[in-house]
């Protein structure tokens, strides 16, 4: 196999591990790099790799939150549902907190399993990305913006109630229908809307991720299959790992980030991005 293609699936698994996190569009990204550095694979390989390669991004989240999204457990277990016997072992706040993730992933899911090639063939192109990065950056602004100074009603992932889950969830089905809206982007920005503190908000949005990710990874095997080279499978691998290294990283850095400063930033490169995008396509660059 060509060295090259080793670099090129380090340099998506960069790509993924960066941009899933942060809410600029991780699907809009790949989409934008397959446009200049194409993979010398399938194209039924490469439709199943730009999803499946978010499994190294999982992995990061489960790591670096497992105390928090684990459900068992002795140590620690300040909310125990019961005070004795085997139960005593599982945290009650950590099942309430997964019972809302699924409630979450609920519209995404029946919308994704029944539209999701409709989507990919519609929709998985320069303009959608675009006028999506566009759209969802102008609207972090301004969310940003009227939320300043304001209170946070719900300041834990914890305290976020199934209502509230749910409208997130309908936010995040928005990212699994139009590309470049970003899933992070608009599960963040659903959050902030209904009053989640910008900490909690990328948190529930990172455990968010498990069971979204897990379940479109799924649907895609089953969909393409796994009968593909070795050497797909070696740039498959390449991809995942350094998509998880990436992700280490990125998710503590945004974390951090977030406790001093907003999301306008990411507001203002969205548009920055989405009007270069249209350039790019205008002058015939990319999406010929």
């Not at 070795?230 to 995942?240: C, D, F, K």
Request: with cysteine; hydrophobic share 55%; charged share 15%.
């Amino acid at each position: 196999m060509d060295f090259f293609e080793i670099l090129k699936a380090i340099l998506f698994g960069i790509i993924e591990g960066v941009t899933e996190w942060l809410p600029v569009s991780s699907t809009g990204h790949l989409i934008l790099l397959n446009e200049f550095v194409k993979l010398d694979v399938s194209e039924n390989f490469y439709s199943l790799f730009e999803v499946v390669i978010q499994l190294g991004a999982i992995l990061a989240v489960i790591i670096i939150f497992w105390k928090k999204i684990w459900p068992f457990g002795k140590k620690n277990n300040t909310c125990p549902v019961k005070q004795t016997g085997l139960l005593s072992y599982a945290k009650k706040d950590v099942f309430v907190l997964w019972f809302h993730i699924i409630v979450s992933c609920i519209p995404a899911v029946i919308v994704g399993v029944l539209f999701d090639e409709v989507f990919e063939k519609y929709f998985y192109n320069y303009q959608t990305v675009a006028i999506t990065l566009i759209i969802l950056g102008i609207a972090f602004i301004i969310v940003e913006i009227i939320k300043k100074g304001s209170k946070a009603k719900m300041n834990t992932a914890a305290e976020i109630t199934y209502t509230a889950a749910l409208i997130i969830g309908f936010f995040q089905l928005l990212a699994a229908v139009f590309p470049g809206t970003s899933r992070s982007g608009a599960t963040i920005l659903g959050a902030l809307l209904i009053g989640v503190a910008r900490s909690a908000a990328a948190e529930y949005t990172f455990f968010l991720a498990i069971p979204t990710m897990l379940g479109a990874s799924l649907l895609k095997v089953v969909k393409c299959g796994l009968s593909f080279s070795t050497s797909e499978y070696i740039i498959l691998a390449v991809g995942m790992v350094t998509a998880f290294v990436v992700s280490m990283f990125v998710i503590k850095f945004l974390m951090q980030f977030i406790k001093k400063h907003d999301f306008k930033v990411f507001g203002c490169y969205r548009i920055v991005l989405g009007a270069a995008v249209l350039v790019c396509g205008f002058l015939g660059i990319i999406g010929a």
